[in-house]
């Protein structure tokens, strides 16, 4: 089998992932595939099976299919265009699951979150053949993470009319995915400051709540300063490639001239003015993880997969969400019971690393010590 990966040097490389799978690109694109399974045996011929899919992008109208799958039509097909391109194999193996069903199984993973044998029903298949295509699924989409999650720098004005914080670039924090203990070994590195597993996601968004970075290696009991300091992100923030814009995080996060903080303990009236327009604009960040979650449950609930495995359907839903803000597709209502706000574990400590705050200082005394502003 002959296949070929394109590699990445940024935070979300999905170093050690397993080899794509194989698949048979002459399926039928008619109203249901329908295979024939025999054995040709030396002993004789067993009966055929036949195996029927149904065309799911003809026999369901537009809002269903968007409801069970968490993208339109349109998406979908776009996706599979250029997913298609990362899967190189000679081998027949797997023949029967083709490309547009092997894709919409690990959508539906992404809607239910659920057991893998319940979706390996959904297209006919073994469980351990569903697992492999979610696997190499999710591979490919996190495979399209530059091209859709990348910071932009024209969106100041629109982070502007929210609360009118001026030269925002983007507003900053980390989620919790939940996660089974991995093993005894590593366990206790995954646990948080609520109890459970889980991987520290931190995420960058922009006004429209477009994912701009996603960094999803990390273990549930590392800090949010601690993810940001060993980022490319804030190397790229150092070295002034955003110019005289600012991202906005709570107070787990380092006040610097690029990452702006709220004042603890405030006392003048431009300093509460301040910190009125920060969070209030800093909460993009967290619209854009509930809406994130809402879209595909499976990270909402518990992952039950090997780390590289998560790593690449954290990414891969990242995309996804990216690939719907572009196309303007209305939120859908989540199909199984999620969890609650639970998932945003609160660090709830100040940071105490050395602050650098007369760039904070100076926009307060010249930009909020006027009611005006």
């Known amino acids: 089998m002959a296949f070929s990966l394109v590699t990445s ?8 992932l397993g080899q794509l799978s194989d698949w048979d690109n002459s399926a039928s694109d008619s109203d249901s595939d329908d295979i024939d399974l025999h054995d040709d045996g030396f002993r004789g011929r067993r009966a055929s099976r036949k195996i029927r899919r149904i065309n799911y992008m003809q ?29 190189r194999v000679t081998s027949s193996r797997n023949h029967g699951v083709s490309p547009i069903h092997q894709l919409l199984l690990t959508l539906r993973f992404y809607a239910l979150g659920t057991m893998l044998i319940s979706i ?51 507003t900053i924090d980390c989620t919790h995915i939940r996660i089974q203990s991995p093993c005894r070994l590593v366990g206790e590195e995954f646990r948080n400051r609520k109890g459970y597993f889980s991987y520290n996601i931190q995420a960058v968004c922009d006004a429209d709540l477009r994912l701009m970075n996603v960094v999803a290696r990390w273990p549930g009991s590392a800090h949010d ?9 804030r190397a790229q923030c150092d070295a002034g490639q955003f110019g005289n814009h600012w991202l906005l995080g709570d107070s787990a996060y380092p006040n610097r001239p690029y990452l702006l903080t709220p004042v603890l303990n405030p006392v003048t009236e431009a300093e509460l003015r301040y910190n009125q327009a920060h969070i209030k604009t800093r909460n993009t960040i967290e619209r854009a993880f509930g809406v994130w979650k809402r ?10 997969l090997s780390q590289p495995v998560i790593q690449s359907v954290i990414i891969a839903t990242a995309v996804l969400h990216n690939i719907c803000r572009n196309h303007s597709l209305e939120e859908v209502p989540p199909e199984v019971e999620i969890l609650g706000g639970d998932n945003n574990v ?14 904070r200082t100076d926009l307060i005394n010249n930009f909020f010590n006027s009611e005006e502003n």
């Open 9 to 16: 040097d940024s935070d979300s490389d999905l170093e050690g």
């Open 59 to 87: 026999s369901l109208d537009d809002a269903e299919f968007t409801f069970r799958f968490r993208l339109s039509k349109p998406a979908v097909n776009q996706l599979l265009n250029e997913i298609i391109p990362f899967i």
């Open 120 to 170: 390996a029903d959904f297209v006919g298949v073994s469980k351990s053949t569903a697992g492999r295509i979610v696997r190499d699924i999710s591979i490919c989409i996190a495979r399209l993470y530059d091209k859709y999650i990348h910071v932009q720098q024209g969106g100041a004005e629109k982070f502007y009319r929210i609360a009118g914080f001026p030269r925002v670039l983007g």
């Open 225 to 233: 300063a601690t993810i940001f300091n060993n980022s490319v992100l």
């Open 295 to 304: 879209r595909f449950p499976v990270l909402a609930l518990t992952l039950r």
């Open 346 to 359: 609160e660090d709830g400590s100040q940071n105490m690393d050395m602050q650098d705050i007369s760039g």
